[in-house]
């Protein structure tokens, strides 16, 4: 059964940082795209960024460029979203997913099968 848990959110000041971890489990990670979205509150899902599988090239949001990044460690089925330099705008539900139907990461949300339940993250002081 494939299943993707998040952890890692809570409460951070504005220009504060938070890593959110992604554990897989009943697939082999090293095969899927991934992707981490959010949503905030009367607002849809987005993207946030996504990495290949293969030669892991990542894609980010222009809302994020240069404060966030993307990684995965396939031996610990593990993906990661390291956040830094966050604002109060960032405050959303963020989701991980996966998919192994194509090789390019999409930053579209419809196109992935496989998702975690999300946690939240709140930017405020």
């Known amino acids: 059964q494939v299943q993707l848990v998040e952890s890692g959110g809570g409460l951070v000041q504005p220009g504060g940082s938070l890593r959110l971890s992604c554990v897989a489990s009943?697939?082999?990670?090293?095969?899927?795209?991934i992707g981490w979205f959010r949503q905030a509150p009367g607002k849809e899902r987005e993207a946030v960024s996504c990495?290949?599988?293969?030669?892991?090239?990542?894609y980010y949001a222009d809302s994020v460029k240069g404060r966030f990044t993307i990684s995965r460690d396939n031996a610990k089925k593990t993906m990661y979203l390291q956040m830094n330099s966050l604002k109060p705008e960032d405050t959303a539900i963020y989701y991980c997913?996966?998919?192994?139907?194509?090789?390019?990461?999409?930053?579209?949300?419809?196109?992935?099968?496989?998702w975690g339940r999300g946690t939240q993250v709140t930017v405020s002081s």
């Open positions: 009943g697939f082999t990670l090293d095969y899927y795209a």
């Open positions: 997913a996966a998919d192994d139907r194509f090789n390019i990461c999409q930053l579209r949300s419809t196109r992935y099968n496989n």
């Open positions: 990495a290949s599988r293969g030669d892991g090239r990542t």
